[in-house]
């Protein structure tokens, strides 16, 4: 029809004679400039005219997508070009959306050129509909309905209208695995993402179908049989049904699993550089266990990289089953050959469009123009993805053409926001409730700097820190850190007009990289701490001793060194490996001589796929030197968030004799345990999980002997959920084992914390 629609509009153009064109007029235009239509015509005044340049002009003019109706007529020797613009697009509205945000619809119109102030195209606008309802389905919404209105309104324009219905998402009614023996239904089933539904659907959508989420579940269901010795198992079939009303849904998933394997041995066949007996050892097929393709997968990788060490960028690794159906048993050959040789010609850095160049590339360990090795550049792009600046970091090897013995790498990253916020919060009957606020920048201005300010706005305790590190003071990655601090703080069974500690200081601290996990932290801090007198309540009698023997206001410069080790696989959300740091201050000039040590080791065990047991310990102790006491305001403290939890923060330690003033220690012990599993419905998300706990601790007098006796326990359970602002745990905890006149809290939430 369109086609015989432009025939018909070139009719009054064809079988003339030919001519020179003397004069060329537009007729019809309203908004489009004449220079528009002049610039698509194939001839000019001047020109000769004929029949097939009359064709050529139409199709021009009709190809710009700004004309409803083009058509040439002749006056004589003067030729008129007469239009009918398409009518504009005014405005662009949804009646009915809620799935979607009309800004982010409104954006992906413009970019296939339905927009505002855009010419109108009743096939875009189709176009359209079928998008938008493309994306309902991609949401489960099957029954949801487009329909597109173009309401025409003055100086040829029109209102464009998306009115749509969205009912109801379609919801997964029904799982079914069928040919399934060795495993029940409820054991395969537990590998899936997808389900039926529970109370915190809501949440996870996690009974919204999706082939994307399917194709997921069905890899993982394969997996599950490949690990546990079913090497011929395979997935016959999937079919997915839909209600009439497209609301239910059902799946049922057709497998075969064949027989169980068992491995019988494992051969090395092809080059191996004359090391065999070394790559023996990263075998991780075990002869006598069950077949198990993570483990083949493991040991290919794992010869793969390990001629990667010695510059052998391509070797081939392939692991050929021989198969003994009869006693159910398979034997590997493993085949290598590790090709050639090379080293790496140049390194290219890709995707960091805020990162400086010098930021990715000074965590490399492998240097162009050196000879390819595997380990290092494993390491280069792990201490890359340690920045914190990117959600993906990735390396690839390109051959270089005519060179086969060089490659180039390509590191390939995906930048984040590196800013964030930290908010803390507790309930008390002393504060009601205590805030802690912070913003700090990881990579400020894309240098690899590290930037923050941290603020508390308690009205007991009252703090102001600012922090930065230059991560790369020296070449060498020795690292400088620079801390201006201060902090004011009032007992908690006071009030505003009570006695109050102020701390303000300085602090230079160099870090020294000594391993790729190990660092040596050495530096100097100036402090001055002052003891101010309250209106409402008096000084403890020990503040009083202490301010009588070294005056209200003291100076200290502790000296500090400490080292630390991390091992988590996640700072953020770790399930695996350990994390220590020792820290020590010794004070050797000034007002106060001390010494002030603290050691904290955590440990993450997987337990499975989805659950973590996680220990925590944290120890402190300090004493006065040269035959001073250990200043009081340096003392630890326990209790609450981030301690032992169910009590009230820092009141777990000696009080003052005359008031109930609770000041702390100057030794400490704290131990935390927690069972973590994914919270009940939300699958394996490790967004949101659930966790057990049980705390124990307390803080000691100089005096006092550290004895496991003393120390107060708590249990509970509490909530974890990685929010946009960071994060954040929420526990309720009760008091096993405390004693009287101890303060409890139950209740308490962190946001921008662990243990």
Same mark, same amino acid.
């Given at each position: 029809?369109?086609? $015989?629609?432009?025939?018909?509009?070139?009719?009054?153009?064809?079988?003339?004679?030919?001519?020179?064109?003397?004069?060329?007029?537009?007729?019809?235009?309203?908004?489009?400039?004449?220079?528009?239509?002049?610039?698509?015509?194939?001839?000019?005044?001047?020109?000769?005219?004929?029949?097939?340049?009359?064709?050529?002009?139409?199709?021009?003019?009709?190809?710009?997508?700004?004309?409803?109706?083009?058509?040439?007529?002749?006056?004589?020797?003067?030729?008129?070009?007469?239009?009918?613009?398409?009518?504009?697009?005014? $405005?662009?509205?949804?009646?009915?959306?809620?799935?979607?945000?009309?800004?982010?619809?409104? *954006?992906?119109?413009?970019?296939?050129?339905?927009?505002?102030?855009?010419?109108?195209?009743?096939?875009?606008?189709?176009?359209?509909?079928?998008?938008?309802?493309?994306?309902?389905?991609?949401?489960?919404?099957?029954?949801?309905?487009?329909?597109?209105?173009?309401?025409?309104?003055?100086?040829?324009?029109?209102?464009?209208?998306?009115?749509?219905?969205?009912?109801?998402?379609?919801?997964?009614?029904?799982?079914?695995?069928?040919?399934?023996?060795?495993?029940?239904?409820?054991?395969?089933?537990?590998?899936?993402?997808?389900?039926?539904?529970?109370?915190?659907?809501?949440?996870?959508?996690?009974?919204?179908?999706?082939?994307?989420?399917?194709?997921?579940? $069905?890899?993982?269901?394969?997996?599950?049989?490949?690990?546990?010795?079913?090497?011929?198992?395979?997935?016959?079939?999937?079919?997915?049904?839909?209600?009439?009303?497209?609301? #239910?849904?059902?799946?049922?998933?057709?497998?075969?699993?064949?027989?169980?394997?068992?491995?019988?041995?494992?051969?090395?066949?092809?080059?191996?550089?004359?090391?065999?007996?070394?790559?023996?050892?990263?075998?991780?097929?075990?002869?006598?266990?069950?077949?198990?393709?993570?483990?083949?997968?493991?040991?290919?990788?794992?010869?793969?990289?390990?001629?990667?060490?010695?510059?052998?960028?391509?070797?081939?690794?392939?692991?050929?089953?021989?198969?003994?159906?009869?006693?159910?048993?398979?034997?590997?050959?493993?085949?290598?050959?590790?090709?050639?040789?090379? !080293?790496?010609?140049?390194?290219?850095?890709?995707?960091?469009?805020?990162?400086?160049?010098?930021?990715?590339?000074?965590?490399?360990?492998?240097?162009? =123009?050196?000879?390819?090795?595997?380990? *290092?550049?494993?390491?280069?792009?792990?201490?890359?993805?340690?920045?914190?600046?990117?959600?993906?970091?990735?390396?690839?090897?390109?051959?270089?053409?005519? =060179?086969?013995?060089?490659?180039?790498?390509?590191?390939?990253?995906?930048?984040?926001?590196?800013?964030?916020?930290?908010?803390?919060?507790?309930?008390?009957?002393?504060?009601?409730?205590?805030?802690? &606020?912070?913003?700090?920048?990881?990579?400020?201005?894309?240098?690899?700097?590290?930037?923050?300010?941290?603020?508390?706005?308690?009205?007991?305790?009252? @703090?102001?820190?600012?922090?930065?590190?230059?991560?790369?003071?020296?070449? @060498?990655?020795?690292?400088?850190?620079?801390?201006?601090?201060?902090?004011?703080?009032?007992?908690?069974?006071?009030?505003?007009?009570?006695?109050?500690?102020?701390?303000?200081?300085?602090?230079?601290?160099?870090?020294?990289?000594?391993?790729?996990?190990?660092?040596?932290?050495?530096?100097?801090?100036?402090?001055?701490?002052?003891?101010?007198?309250?209106?409402?309540?008096?000084?403890?009698?020990?503040?009083?001793?202490?301010?009588?023997? &070294?005056?209200?206001?003291?100076?200290?410069?502790?000296?500090?060194?400490?080292?630390?080790?991390?091992?988590?696989?996640?700072?953020?959300?770790?399930?695996?490996?350990?994390?220590?740091?020792?820290?020590? #201050?010794?004070?050797?000039?000034?007002?106060?001589? !001390?010494?002030?040590?603290?050691?904290?080791?955590?440990?993450?065990?997987?337990?499975?796929?989805?659950?973590?047991?996680?220990?925590?310990?944290?120890?402190?102790?300090?004493?006065?030197? @040269?035959?001073?006491?250990?200043?009081?305001?340096?003392?630890?403290?326990?209790?609450?968030?981030?301690?032992?939890?169910?009590?009230?923060?820092?009141?777990?330690?000696?009080?003052?004799?005359?008031?109930?003033?609770?000041?702390?220690?100057?030794?400490?012990?704290?131990?935390? =345990?927690?069972?973590?599993?994914?919270?009940?419905?939300?699958?394996?998300?490790?967004?949101?999980?659930?966790?057990?706990?049980?705390?124990?601790? !307390?803080?000691?007098?100089?005096?006092?002997?550290?004895? &496991?006796?003393?120390?107060?326990?708590?249990?509970?359970?509490?909530?974890?959920?990685?929010?946009?602002?960071?994060?954040?745990?929420?526990?309720?905890? @009760?008091?096993?084992? *405390?004693?009287?006149?101890?303060?409890?809290?139950?209740?308490?939430?962190?946001?921008?914390?662990?243990?």
């Amino acid at each position: 029809m369109a086609a $015989l629609t432009t025939m018909l509009a070139c009719l009054p153009a064809w079988a003339v004679t030919p001519f020179t064109v003397r004069d060329i007029r537009v007729e019809g235009l309203q908004r489009i400039e004449p220079g528009t239509v002049f610039a698509s015509l194939p001839f000019r005044v001047g020109d000769q005219y004929a029949d097939d340049k009359g064709a050529a002009a139409i199709r021009a003019l009709f190809a710009l997508g700004l004309f409803k109706d083009v058509r040439l007529e002749t006056q004589g020797d003067v030729l008129v070009v007469v239009v009918e613009e398409r009518p504009s697009v005014a $405005l662009v509205e949804f009646v009915g959306l809620k799935e979607f945000d009309k800004d982010v619809l409104i *954006k992906a119109l413009k970019e296939v050129g339905l927009s505002e102030g855009r010419p109108f195209d009743k096939a875009l606008a189709d176009k359209a509909e079928q998008e938008l309802k493309r994306q309902y389905i991609n949401r489960s919404l099957y029954g949801a309905e487009v329909v597109s209105t173009a309401t025409p309104i003055d100086r040829n324009r029109v209102n464009l209208t998306f009115t749509i219905t969205e009912g109801g998402p379609a919801k997964i009614s029904q799982i079914q695995i069928v040919g399934n023996k060795s495993f029940t239904e409820s054991e395969l089933r537990d590998q899936f993402n997808l389900d039926t539904g529970g109370w915190m659907s809501w949440y996870t959508k996690s009974d919204r179908y999706s082939r994307t989420k399917l194709n997921a579940d $069905l890899e993982a269901l394969r997996s599950f049989y490949l690990a546990r010795g079913f090497l011929e198992f395979r997935i016959d079939s999937t079919q997915v049904a839909m209600s009439p009303n497209k609301q #239910d849904m059902s799946i049922t998933i057709n497998v075969s699993e064949g027989e169980r394997f068992v491995v019988s041995g494992v051969k090395l066949e092809g080059n191996y550089l004359d090391k065999e007996d070394e790559f023996r050892t990263l075998v991780k097929i075990k002869p006598g266990q069950a077949y198990n393709a993570e483990t083949v997968a493991e040991t290919t990788k794992a010869f793969t990289d390990y001629f990667g060490k010695f510059g052998f960028a391509f070797a081939r690794v392939e692991a050929k089953p021989e198969i003994d159906r009869q006693n159910n048993r398979v034997q590997f050959v493993l085949l290598a050959e590790p090709s050639r040789r090379a !080293y790496v010609r140049r390194i290219n850095v890709a995707g960091n469009n805020r990162t400086r160049d010098e930021v990715i590339r000074r965590e490399f360990r492998q240097f162009e =123009a050196a000879w390819y090795d595997g380990d *290092k550049i494993r390491l280069s792009r792990d201490r890359v993805d340690r920045l914190g600046y990117f959600t993906g970091v990735n390396v690839e090897t390109q051959e270089v053409p005519g =060179a086969p013995d060089q490659v180039d790498l390509v590191l390939s990253v995906v930048e984040k926001p590196t800013g964030s916020v930290s908010l803390g919060a507790g309930f008390s009957s002393a504060e009601k409730v205590a805030l802690s &606020f912070g913003i700090q920048q990881e990579n400020a201005f894309g240098s690899g700097n590290y930037l923050a300010i941290s603020v508390n706005t308690s009205k007991f305790n009252q @703090n102001l820190v600012l922090s930065t590190t230059d991560p790369y003071f020296t070449q @060498n990655g020795v690292s400088r850190t620079l801390d201006v601090f201060h902090r004011t703080t009032r007992p908690l069974l006071g009030d505003l007009n009570a006695y109050s500690l102020v701390n303000s200081g300085l602090g230079l601290r160099f870090g020294v990289p000594v391993t790729e996990t190990d660092r040596v932290f050495m530096g100097l801090n100036v402090e001055q701490t002052q003891i101010r007198e309250g209106t409402t309540l008096g000084l403890p009698v020990e503040y009083k001793e202490y301010a009588a023997q &070294f005056g209200s206001t003291s100076t200290a410069l502790p000296l500090t060194l400490g080292w630390a080790r991390d091992g988590r696989d996640s700072a953020l959300v770790p399930t695996r490996g350990s994390l220590q740091r020792f820290n020590s #201050d010794v004070s050797v000039a000034g007002d106060v001589r !001390y010494i002030r040590s603290s050691y904290q080791f955590q440990q993450y065990i997987p337990l499975s796929k989805k659950y973590t047991l996680a220990f925590n310990t944290d120890l402190g102790w300090g004493k006065g030197l @040269n035959g001073q006491p250990y200043p009081l305001f340096k003392n630890f403290y326990v209790g609450g968030l981030g301690s032992v939890r169910g009590f009230e923060q820092s009141t777990l330690g000696p009080s003052s004799t005359t008031t109930r003033i609770y000041l702390g220690g100057p030794k400490k012990m704290v131990f935390n =345990a927690e069972f973590i599993t994914p919270f009940p419905g939300a699958g394996n998300d490790k967004t949101l999980r659930m966790f057990g706990f049980v705390d124990a601790g !307390y803080a000691f007098k100089d005096t006092e002997d550290v004895a &496991f006796s003393a120390l107060r326990a708590s249990a509970g359970v509490g909530l974890s959920w990685i929010s946009p602002m960071g994060p954040l745990r929420f526990s309720y905890a @009760n008091p096993i084992r *405390k004693q009287s006149g101890d303060r409890i809290q139950q209740l308490q939430f962190q946001i921008g914390t662990s243990f």
